[in-house]
């Protein structure tokens, strides 16, 4: 697994959560890396992106002000720390590695998900 996301859990409504993405064999300090959620049922969302040089852009409004992104280069990982969790966040969450250091870039590649249920 050259990508992988981690962190996730069972979480009371309101809790918080530090999910990561580590890289294995892939570096991440000069590529963008964004994270993305599925939900049962439903298709695959794009969250928010972080990139080479630690721009963030969210990619839908819903989770502003609760996700956040940051890079630690010298860990090779990208961390989404998550507040104010809700039962709607319930979803696999997983990273991805652009081709390039912009957000807009194609995505490259992806790592296999975390489960974040939120559950009371």
């Known amino acids: 697994v050259q990508l992988q996301a981690s962190g996730g859990g069972l979480v009371q409504p309101g809790g918080s959560l530090r999910l990561s993405c580590t890289g294995s064999?892939?570096?991440?300090?000069?590529?963008?890396i964004g994270w993305f959620r599925q939900a049962p049922g439903k298709e695959r969302e794009g969250l928010l992106c972080i990139s080479e040089t630690g721009l963030t852009t969210y990619w839908t409004d819903s989770v502003k002000g609760r996700f956040t992104i940051s890079r630690n280069n010298d860990k090779n990982m990208v961390v989404l720390q998550i507040n104010g969790l809700k039962h709607e966040d319930t979803a696999i969450y997983s990273c991805?590695?652009?081709?390039?250091?912009?957000?807009?870039?194609?995505?490259?590649?992806w790592g296999q998900g975390t489960q974040v249920t939120v559950s009371s």
């Open positions: 064999a892939l570096t991440l300090d000069s590529y963008a």
């Open positions: 991805v590695r652009k081709e390039g250091p912009a957000c807009t870039d194609p995505s490259a590649y």
